[in-house]
């Protein structure tokens, strides 16, 4: 055996981070950093990113069926 330790092997293959694009840490995956975390987060929170659903009737929108 020898005396110097092998690096382990990543347990998934590093991509782009969304925001910026530079490769992605373990640490903040899918992302680079903490920062193109709290971005992603942001745009979440304050409604830029929408998942589409079914359309409301007029009628639900008031309560009645």
């Known amino acids: 055996m020898t005396s110097e330790a092998t690096p ?4 998934r293959p590093t991509r782009k981070c969304p925001e910026c694009g530079r490769p992605s840490r373990r ?3 899918p992302f680079c950093s903490p920062r193109c ?3 992603d987060l942001n745009r979440w929170l304050s409604g830029r990113y929408v ?3 079914p359309p409301l009737d007029e009628a639900s929108e008031d309560g009645e069926r």
């Open 8 to 11: 382990p092997t990543p347990m």
């Open 27 to 29: 640490e903040t995956f």
């Open 37 to 39: 975390q709290a971005v």
């Open 51 to 53: 998942i589409p659903g």
